[in-house]
């Protein structure tokens, strides 16, 4: 299947690399290709430039929001959550209409800034999150997009956990779904099969997504305290 992995950042490229060596034909998409290729820094995240990692993937096609998501049968958002409703306009909504959109994404907020200390992982303040509660960036997405049919998943572990559950505790461990789209959830769960998944817990329609993306203080707690990524959830039943 041709995929769009909407992201370049550790997770876009996680996804890009697991699904290429799956056999699927993959494009991440991004705003600019020509910026994105001149990056000679790390991003604000320490992610490498794109660059250097395109020659050793070259199964891998970069592409404009837009190009990479015409040409898709399937998206994955992995965009920086307070972009990604503008990164999806930009793919373009004609592009996105009819499809299933696995959305990893985290509402980060990273432009509120809170009088009060925060608690810091690596040295930076964990952002608040923003929409919370009463809404989520999942639903957002559906109600800017509804004829697209979103799945909330994977956004509760690290980019190489998500593609690669094997690789930790023997894969025994949760991957927790949201969507209104029986369809897209049964697309979803097949593709996270071949990740490798076995634990798929669909915990019901979007509004459940909201309890997923309130998982974020909880994920950066734990990376804190174990001094690493390399951890899930298990849901125990
Ligand atoms: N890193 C992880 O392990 C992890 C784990 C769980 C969930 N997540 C979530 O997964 C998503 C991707 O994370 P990441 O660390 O791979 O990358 P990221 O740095 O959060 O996002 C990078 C992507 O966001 C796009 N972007 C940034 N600002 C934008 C804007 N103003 N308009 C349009 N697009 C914009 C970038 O576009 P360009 O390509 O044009 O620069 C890039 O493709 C995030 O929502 C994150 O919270 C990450």
Redesign the pocket.
């Known amino acids: 299947m041709h995929i769009a992995v909407?992201?370049?950042?550790?997770?876009?490229?996680?996804h890009a690399a697991r699904l290429t060596t799956l056999g699927h034909q993959v494009t991440?998409?991004?705003?600019?290709v020509e910026?994105?290729l001149a990056?000679t820094e790390p991003?604000?995240?320490g992610?490498p430039p794109?660059q250097p990692w395109l020659t050793q993937h070259p199964g891998v096609r970069l592409a404009g929001?837009a190009t990479a998501a015409a040409g898709a049968g399937l998206l994955i958002?992995?965009?920086?959550?307070?972009?990604?409703l503008?990164?999806l306009h930009?793919a373009g909504a004609d592009h996105l209409a009819g499809k299933t959109l696995i959305d990893?994404?985290?509402?980060?907020d990273f432009m509120t800034s809170v009088d009060r200390p925060m608690p810091t992982l690596w040295g930076i303040p964990a952002p608040l999150l923003d929409p919370v509660g009463g809404d989520s960036?999942a639903e957002q997405i559906q109600r800017a997009f509804p004829e697209t049919r979103v799945v909330k998943a994977?956004?509760?572990?690290?980019?190489?956990?998500?593609v690669e559950p094997t690789a930790l505790a023997d894969g025994d461990h949760t991957v927790l779904l949201s969507s209104d789209h029986a369809d897209a959830k049964q697309q979803t769960t097949d593709l996270l099969a071949t990740y490798g998944w076995r634990d798929i817990v669909d915990l019901g329609d979007l509004t459940t997504a909201r309890a997923t993306e309130m998982l974020?203080p909880l994920?950066l707690a734990l990376t804190r305290a174990l001094g690493h990524?390399h951890h899930g959830l298990k849901v125990v039943r």
């Open positions: 909407l992201g370049t950042g550790a997770v876009g490229r996680a991440i998409g991004t705003r600019d910026a994105t990056r991003d604000t995240m992610t794109i929001f958002n992995a965009t920086a959550g307070h972009a990604t503008d990164a930009a990893t994404a985290v509402p980060n960036l994977l956004n509760t572990m690290a980019a190489h956990v998500m974020q994920y990524e």
